[in-house]
């Protein structure tokens, strides 16, 4: 096979000297068959490299048509078209040089030449073998298979143009030095060429796909960056459902099952008023008949949802809530869009009881105006109530979430150990005038920390109120504990800024602030959260004790003796002391703690704070029962000609219509000025609009009410601080939400700082003073009356007292043992600041008086002086003296003799032992019976010498209080007897409904 190469190379060779090298001629170049071939583009192998070496080299105007190939590959095409620009450019050339006039130039022949001489360098040896190369022309028959349709630009063309006869076609140079090329393994380099750019395409398609791929990592990130995803639900403070700042006409519902569980009964922590039936029901219930039900709460402007807290009916029999629902949203109340989870709507899992509160949160925030609650499934009837959780976006006016407090404050909530660190650095920064005490433990062993802010901490000083505020009664009640935190820290701030104002309060009042009473109960609401606890966690202590309710009932010891007419004489109407063995009954530890802290602090005025209502709240907080019927003297007439033997009913009716009456304390007006100055002083509290928090207006837009014409509660704090001690003592409701979010504090302190001061300074209203003894020694537990108010104060270790009273004149008394009494008219202005109204008073022989009245029976007596003997009578044989009718009673008059002496002694004993005797038994049987007195007159007899005897009168204390002539005033000992045979209690029957308030 390689001879016959050789030969046919040779036989090439010969006839191109003897044609001339008809391509030198023609001006075509060899080196373009190499260039052809280089630019063939990427090697294919077997059948398909073939036909494209075909389609490179049928570049001929006998080219008829080519067929479709085979499906290539992007490289393919690319070779593909590379090479097809090659040959055309080539055409082009040929083209060129076929139409110039001058291209068969005599010398370009030799250069042409030049090319054989190349060729003879590969040594063919044999000429005789050229005759073989004969079977050449069989080659001719490839024009066969083109057309001439395609001869543009071809040499047959531009022949028929010359004229020239176009000579019979000889196989093609560029065929056969394609072939020769190819055997003589020229195709070697251009397939390795052809490789080589074969896998650099491969290459760049690769780094082309990274590239790409990369570039489309780079933007799925970035997309993904963009996509709102929270590894944690974002948070947001409530709306306002269950603090009512969002108003009524912001809710609406599809239906209602009646009038009482409209769309504005579905708050959270709604309570119902305890008629099941009536107008103010616990929740929003459907119409069980609708078919499409939804809960609608408006914003009023776009905010971002974050969540729902969905809760069931406050009800004391039925079990109504709901199970499942959907969220949708919208932006004009028409248009709505259920949130989605990518793959579905999104159903939403509510409550499986009806008082736990129960909170979603949404993946991502949805921007809209409106939200809906779709129920699905639910237990009982269908009932909900509902808080929304929202942020609001900003905006270029305020909303109602949003405040800048001008304080700069520590506006968070504090558990215990927050409590007592922040407290310790307010001690820091004003220690002069802070001190930091407790009063006590808790049940769980967690101290009472009480704040006092003075010019003089630790110390009383004489004409110096004390005030106090407390909080945290119940643990669940969070506002007011960060209240007198805000309070601390806002008294500290100032005074070192020099405040005027609180210069004055705290230089002239001593301050006392327990932010937490009990502190086991908020320990346990703290760590449900703001929103999270229900209407009762962390309401009791530990032990389960109501502490605000926990105290000794003394209501009913001053109204029993009031209706025993025991009062002021053997039960007082203040300072009323504690029942036997309370102490030791069930009583919690913080009750107690309390009691110490009011007995040995002489508190003047004090409030409370609470939550779940918003109003001042001031005593009575006890309903005083009717008195019971039955006999004449179980009624007291209210009218004369009023006929007392009246049934049940009648005289049900009428303690209804003196109710108020059997509800208020004798200081009732000074106590509403007290309620009205914080209400007032509230930014919120007198609103009308707002209402009540669960049914009506209960102030009738005052503010104002009193406890037991509202919600009666028996043995409350504010009761037995006004009838142990002298502290005018209120409670203070702030707001509908128990446990505000930490966003709500600023407005809150807004809303009650210029109240909570204001209220403090209301302590230097009425009067003040010392009541002294004539060397200038302080007398305590003076007892300082005021004509009119049936209502006594007594003074401090110090001999200071002060009496809270509206402006006018008052006649003052005050009274101590061993002193007798002076009275003072005192008047009261309209100026800040107490009236002074000091008592100095003068020792009496009172102790005497006693001592002389128990010998006599504690009956009131006085020396008189008998009268002159009469002339004549015998001195000598001793003195006939006249014996007092009180003392002979019906012995009738006896002669001087000391034996008619012992007898009168012996009789008047007997007489009083008598008196004794039926004085006990009246009081056994309520004075229904009457003692008689028998007494006789007799003459008095001549005597000698004056002799001094005693003669019954009336004492001048009997003057306060009028009582019977026959009444001799019993002991101690007997008192309590009385006291415990009396019973009073079955005269009064108590039955009370308890409230968590």
Known sequence: ???????????????????????????????????????????????????????????????????????????????????????????????????????????????????????????????????????????????????????KGSKTTAWKEEG????????????????????????????????????????EKEEKVKWLRKKWEEEEEERLRKIPVHAEPKKCPPLGLESHRVDDDQLLASSQSHHGFSAQRGRLNMQSSGNEEGVYGGAWCAEPEEKNHWFEVDARREVEFTGVIVQGRNSDTAEDFVSTFYVSFSNDSRDWTVLHDGYAEWLFYGNVDRDSPVMVQFDWPTVARYIRVLPQSWNGSLCLRVEVMACQLTSSFRSENEVNPTDNLDFRHHNYKDMRQMMKVINEECPNITRIYNIGKSSAGLKMYAMEISDNPGEHQTGEPEFRYTAGLHGNEALGRELLLLLMQFMCKEYNENNPRVRRLVEGVRIHLVPSLNPDAYELAYEMGSEMGNWGLGHWTEEGYDIFQNFPDLNSVLWGAEDR?????????????????????????????????????????????????????????????????????????????????????????????????LRETSDDTMFRWLAMSYAHSHLTMTETQRGSCHTDDISGGQGIINRASWKPVVGSMNDFSYLHTNCFELSVFLGCDKFP??????????????????????????????????????????????????????????????????????????????????????????DSGATPCSFTLAKSNWDRIKQIMVLHGKRPIRLVTKAPPRVGSDISGGSVGSVDATKTGATGGMGGTSANSHNAERLRRLRLMRLRKMHQQRLRYNFSTTTPVATTTTTAAPTTTAELETESTTSWYDSWFPVESSYTEPTPAEVFTEIQESEPTQDYTFEYKFEDY
Not at 38 to 53: L, S
Not at 176 to 197: C, F, M, P, S, V
Request: glycine share 8%.
């Open 741 to 830: 979010h930490e966003s709500e504090l600023p407005l809150e302190w807004e809303n009650n700082r210029e109240a909570l001061l204001s209220f403090i300074e209301q302590v230097h209203r009425g009067i003040k003073g010392i009541v002294r003894d004539m060397e200038g020694k302080p007398l305590a537990n003076a007892t300082i009356s005021v004509d009119g108010v049936k209502h006594d104060v007594k003074t401090a270790a110090a001999g200071d007292y002060w009496r809270l009273l509206n402006p006018g004149e008052y006649r003052v008394t005050a009274r101590v043992d061993g002193h007798t009494l002076q009275t003072r008219l005192c008047i009261v202005g309209y």
């Open 565 to 661: 007419g025991w009062v002021p004489r053997i039960v007082p109407n203040h300072h009323i002391p504690l029942p036997e063995n309370f102490l030791n009954g069930s009583v919690a530890l913080e009750t107690k703690a309390i009691i110490n802290w009011m007995e040995r602090t002489p508190f003047v005025l004090g409030a409370n704070l609470q939550g779940g209502e918003k109003v001042v709240a001031y005593p009575f907080d006890m309903q005083r029962p009717p008195k019971a019927t039955g006999t004449l003297g179980s009624r007291r007439e209210l009218r004369p000609g009023v006929n007392h033997e009246m049934n049940e009913e009648t005289w049900a009716r009428m303690q209804r219509q003196n109710g108020d009456a």
């Open 1 to 151: 096979m390689r001879g016959a190469l050789l030969g046919l190379s040779v036989s090439l060779a010969l006839c191109c000297c003897v044609l001339g090298w008809d391509g030198g001629v023609e001006g075509q170049d060899t080196t373009g068959v190499q260039t052809q071939v280089r630019q063939a583009g990427p090697v294919v192998h077997g059948r398909e490299w073939e036909e494209e070496r075909e389609d490179v080299m049928m570049d001929d105007p006998g080219v008829e048509e080519i067929k479709p190939k085979k499906k290539k590959s992007i490289e393919e095409v690319e070779a593909a078209r590379a090479k097809k620009a090659a040959e055309k450019e080539a055409k082009a050339k040929k083209q060129k040089a076929n139409k110039a006039p001058k291209a068969p130039k005599p010398t370009k022949k030799p250069k042409a030449t030049k090319a054989p001489k190349k060729l003879k360098a590969t040594k063919a040896p044999k000429a005789t073998k050229a005759p073989k190369a004969t079977k050449a022309p069989k080659a001719t028959k490839a024009p066969k298979v083109t057309k001439p349709k395609a001869t």
């Open 164 to 203: 020239v006869k176009p000579v019979t076609r000889i196989p093609s140079l560029e065929e056969d030095e394609e072939k020769l090329l190819i055997e003589l393994g020229w195709d070697r380099l251009a397939a390795k060429q052809l490789e080589e750019e074969a896998e650099k395409a491969r290459k």
